[in-house]
């Protein structure tokens, strides 16, 4: 494979400074060959058409279903205010604190 790439890359870099010896720009010469490239204005609507409908709709979906778990996941992130819910908590301070491990003082 990097045989492959190697060739390419000497053929590319050859063909540039014959372009180069010869004093042509090679931008301009790109330019002749590829011709006038149309907008994306113009294409997009073309791709578009070729694609599948049934394609479209599951890729308009899956869109959709990622931009709903982006939002969910930013709303789990939010703290929630405290005025929501009330509290349900019965457990005291002392309840909360670990278990003491070791003689208890005397």
Do not use: F, H, N
């Not at 113009?42 to 990622?66: F, G, M, Y």
């Amino acid at each position: 494979m990097t045989v492959l790439l190697r060739a390419a890359l000497v053929i590319g870099v050859l063909s540039y400074l014959a372009l180069m010896r010869g004093g042509a720009d090679p931008a301009a010469e790109a330019r002749k060959l590829t011709g006038p490239l149309p907008s994306a204005s113009a294409v997009l609507p073309a791709a578009l058409e070729a694609v599948p409908p049934e394609t479209r709709e599951r890729a308009a979906r899956a869109v959709l279903a990622r931009g709903l778990l982006a939002e969910l996941s930013r709303r789990a992130g939010e703290p929630q205010a405290a005025t929501d819910t009330p509290s349900t908590d019965t457990l005291e301070a002392a309840d909360r604190q670990p278990a003491w491990r070791g003689i208890e003082a005397r």
